[in-house]
């Protein structure tokens, strides 16, 4: 192991989490080449590498003042871990979109601070706490930024909180979930199931869970339309190795729920004519705001939050990420039966038809 090896006599103190041991002892999956590189290195290259680091920091002016316990200023090299710390895909994929949602919501501030000022007017912030602010600028009212942009770089803390899966175990979360926490289609004796299931069982926490099923289900299945049938059990699925949005979504529920994380099918439409993060300026861009959509099916994971309500938060399998703005729901349930996009009894000639579609408008 790699404590055996580099850190001699270490054991993660409880309640701690390690960011390349797990609690066994052993390497972390996704940083195992890196622990690998680490043992060839030895401590001793390590120890060699952080000093040339030093040198180099300092050669280059990389330092900042601290105070000695004479009073005099001396110069430090700027303190850099030589181990990066390394992010899963799925981790990776929910700072980046925190840390832009914080961005933009920073520009929107600024931006309302020196035009409307509504933030103000509602009560939020006290105009006075903005005005006795050194760095706020008068002369700069009512001019706006090219491109709306005020924060160019921002520094960001990162911080890793808990995992959230003592949180599923709690009676309250499991009173919010509890019919989504049942299975409702099961396939034993799969073989691909039963490696998803170990997957997902070494997920960091619901949410990374959650995003992993987002990618590994269309990495082990096609997507292929007339595969299957609206009620082809996940067995079938699984034997053949492909289907459509719906058998994607009840494959995910039964690996979420199988970990104890409520899970609940939707349905609904998908905007799908522009697939660059903004279906709406897509769309009036090319002339075309109204077209035509097809149905779709998506997974909403109750998530815990940090001193909050456990949230639903929703996952497109089909599509490999978070369901956003091109998800239209129109409702919810166990399985897909529960929520089908129609229901209900024809009775007329043999030969008769049934046509319907679905437009959307991006505003």
């Given at each position: 192991m790699l404590a055996d090896t580099l850190v001699d006599g270490y054991s993660i103190p409880e309640g701690c989490y390690d960011e390349l041991l797990a609690p066994g002892g052993e390497p972390r999956a996704h940083v195992a080449a890196m622990v690998q590189t680490l043992r060839r290195?030895?401590?001793?290259?390590?120890?060699?590498?952080?000093?040339r680091r030093d040198t180099i920091f300092m050669q280059q002016g990389i330092t900042f003042e601290v105070a000695g316990s004479d009073g005099a200023r001396r110069d430090r090299p700027f303190p850099l871990d030589l181990v990066p710390r390394v992010l899963t895909a799925g981790e990776w994929t929910v700072i980046k979109r925190g840390l832009a949602q914080r961005i933009r919501a920073l520009n929107a501030f600024v931006d309302d601070v020196y035009h409307a000022r509504e933030i103000v007017r509602a009560g939020v912030v006290p105009w006075s706490l903005i005005v006795s602010r050194p760095s706020f600028a008068r002369p700069v009212h009512g001019i706006r930024a090219p491109g709306g942009v005020y924060t160019?770089?921002?520094?960001?803390?990162?911080?890793?909180?808990?995992?959230g899966w003592a949180q599923i175990a709690e009676d309250g979360y499991r009173e919010a979930g509890t019919e989504f926490l049942m299975q409702t289609d099961d396939a034993p004796g799969r073989t691909l199931l039963a490696e998803l299931r170990s997957a997902i069982d070494d997920a960091a926490s619901p949410l990374d869970a959650v995003l992993l099923v987002a990618e590994l289900i269309p990495g082990r299945l096609d997507y292929r339309k007339g595969a299957t049938y609206v009620d082809s059990p996940l067995a079938h699925v699984l034997d053949i190795g492909a289907g459509v949005c719906q058998d994607f979504v009840h494959l995910g529920l039964n690996l979420l729920r199988a970990r104890g994380i409520a899970a609940r099918y939707v349905s609904g439409y998908l905007y799908t004519h522009s697939h660059n993060g903004d279906a709406a300026a897509g769309a009036r861009a090319a002339g075309q705001p109204s077209v035509e959509v097809d149905t779709h099916a998506w997974i909403e994971a109750l998530i815990p939050q940090a001193d909050e309500r456990p949230r639903w938060v929703g996952v497109d399998p089909t599509n490999r990420g978070f369901a956003g703005e091109r998800?239209?729901?129109?409702?919810?349930?166990?399985?897909?039966?529960?929520?089908?996009?129609?229901r209900g009894i024809y009775r007329g000639p043999a030969r008769s038809t049934l046509e319907a579609s679905v437009t959307m408008t991006a505003l």
């Open positions: 290195m030895g401590p001793q290259a390590l120890l060699d590498a952080g000093r160019h770089v921002s520094g960001c803390d990162l911080v890793r909180g808990g995992s998800h239209v729901k129109i409702g919810h349930g166990r399985h897909y039966a529960d929520v089908p996009p129609i």
